[in-house]
């Protein structure tokens, strides 16, 4: 167990669904990082969080958004689903920004949309 | 902007042969690397990272990488390969402290071969 807690582990929807994926960052750390894996994009960056505030941006769509919430925890929204959306998504988390901090991942959520 | 290219999206070496994974970045300033890796169904974990100091850095299960600023290279080895390091391998790149963002390579799928 690493720490970081990702629900659902798994989910189906249809096209043009919306679903929210949660995750609970590791005790102590205060930046929350979301990464979607797919087979064709690898691992993409979608967006980071530090302490309730967003802190960089990555390839996340339009449709997509997160936020962090006081108690640390974050979460991703995804809404109009596409087919191409099918992914798992990690959630990690670390101290502080990347740098030269070790960054500690979840299991991953797996979407598919069908 | 910093990135990874890893070399061979399959590598499969047979079980008590030298394993050598290949990972070069490209950065306009020094960099901090990271191997990490994933077993199916699990998320990543960390085996080695280079920050500042000692060139040549030991992870776990018996896995290092040298840090070669020549050759901007961070190749990943471990003397004699075991059925248990059959996972995907992914070389990952962030710079300066606060840096926001971790980089990672499309990552190169280890098979040992019995």
């Known amino acids: 167990d690493s720490g970081v807690t990702q629900t659902p582990k798994h989910l189906i929807t249809a096209t043009g669904q919306r679903v929210t994926l949660r995750c609970s960052p590791r005790s102590g750390d205060l930046s929350v990082y979301w990464y979607q894996q797919s087979l064709d994009q690898g691992l993409q960056f979608l967006i980071q969080?530090?302490?309730?505030?967003?802190?960089a941006k990555g390839n996340i769509l339009e449709r997509f958004s997160a936020q962090q919430f006081p108690d640390l925890h974050s979460e991703l929204n995804l809404s109009s689903l596409e087919l191409g959306d099918s992914a798992l998504y990690f959630c990690?988390?670390?101290?502080?920004?990347?740098?030269?901090?070790?960054?500690?991942f979840g299991a991953g959520s797996r979407l598919t949309v069908l | 902007a910093q990135s990874v290219t890893q070399l061979g999206s399959h590598v499969s070496v047979s079980e008590g042969a030298l394993v050598l994974l290949r990972c070069n970045y490209s950065s306009s300033v020094p960099p901090y690397l990271f191997w990490y890796v994933q077993y199916p169904n699990q998320g990543l974990q960390l085996l080695l990272k280079?920050?500042?100091?000692?060139?040549l850095v030991k992870g776990i299960n018996g896995f290092e990488a040298e840090f070669k600023k020549s050759e901007t290279s961070f190749h990943l080895t471990k003397p004699s390969a075991h059925m248990s390091d059959a996972a995907e391998y992914f070389c990952a790149v962030s710079v300066y402290f606060g840096n926001e963002k971790l980089t990672f390579g499309t990552g190169t799928r280890l098979t040992i071969i019995p």
């Open positions: 969080y530090y302490n309730g505030e967003e802190r």
């Open positions: 990690a988390s670390s101290v502080e920004g990347a740098g030269a901090n070790v960054l500690t």
């Open positions: 280079y920050t500042t100091g000692a060139t």
